[in-house]
T-cell receptor, first 115, second 114 residues
Framework: DGGITQSPKYLFRKEGQNVTLSCEQN?????MYWYRQDPGQGLRLIYY???????QKGDIAEGYSVSREKKESFPLTVTSAQKNPTAFYLC??????????????FGQGTRLTVV | GNSVTQMEGPVTLSEEAFLTINCTYT??????LFWYVQYPGEGLQLLLK?????DKGSNKGFEATYRKETTSFHLEKGSVQVSDSAVYFC?????????????FGKGTHLIIQP
């Protein structure tokens, strides 16, 4: 079945460590996105990528980094520079080109906790 | 840029009550419109969509009509159940893609009491 997979579901990080969240999709989508969600809050865009080897900062990119070496994969690294990383992270994908405006597909999310 | 505005929550209703969650949008061109639902601890799931003016999306008893003249896409359900308790997000997708091409409202937390 086609879909988008995030791993791990739960992640614990010590202060000062970098951690990487995985996001893989087999939907052949061009565009991929990372969002952060805090309790009772909406989605805030961290990074997005419309094509392989290209990505753009979203609204809250500071303290995060991404790569897009393959169409299927868009990993997010939460660096030690991110001062308040505890949150729920959501990855999404959609088609980015053409005349059809398709919906975004979401992974199940990764809950990151700093300990 | 594009934007989506939806009513703030939480919205608390009794079981079998009628539900309306308002959503309005601002966008250039002709976006598609969506409602997503998020259950606790999970990702967002597509609930329904409409791709052009006057289209009605429907699923699981929920409905929403794409009103271009009022730039609205209000979510309705005739009789809610406790299992409908979740956070609902209104969203638009624009063929230009990118950050502006995928825009979400802030979400409305719906609580249904037995």
């Amino acid at each position: 079945d086609g879909g988008i997979t995030q791993s791990p579901k739960y992640l614990f990080r010590k202060e000062g460590q970098n951690v990487t969240l995985s996001c893989e999709q087999n939907l052949n989508h061009d565009a991929m996105y990372w969002y952060r969600q805090d309790p009772g809050q909406g989605l805030r865009l961290i990074y997005y990528s419309q094509i392989v080897n290209d990505f753009q900062k979203g609204d809250i990119a500071e303290g995060y980094s991404v790569s897009r070496e393959k169409k299927e994969s868009f990993p997010l690294t939460v660096t030690s520079a991110q001062k308040n990383p505890t949150a729920f992270y959501l990855c999404a994908s959609s088609t980015a080109q053409g005349l059809v405006n398709t919906e975004a597909f979401f992974g199940q999310g990764t809950r990151l906790t700093v300990v | 840029g594009n934007s989506v505005t939806q009513m703030e929550g939480p919205v608390t209703l009794s079981e079998e009550a009628f539900l309306t969650i308002n959503c309005t949008y601002t966008a250039t061109g002709y976006p598609s419109l969506f409602w997503y639902v998020q259950y606790p601890g999970e990702g967002l799931q597509l609930l329904l969509k409409a791709t052009k003016a006057d289209d009605k999306g429907s699923n699981k008893g929920f409905e929403a009509t794409y009103r271009k003249e009022t730039t609205s896409f209000h979510l309705e359900k005739g009789s809610v159940q406790v299992s409908d308790s979740a956070v609902y997000f209104c969203a638009l997708s624009y063929s230009g893609g990118g950050a502006d091409g995928l825009t979400f409202g802030k979400g409305t937390h719906l609580i249904i009491q037995p």
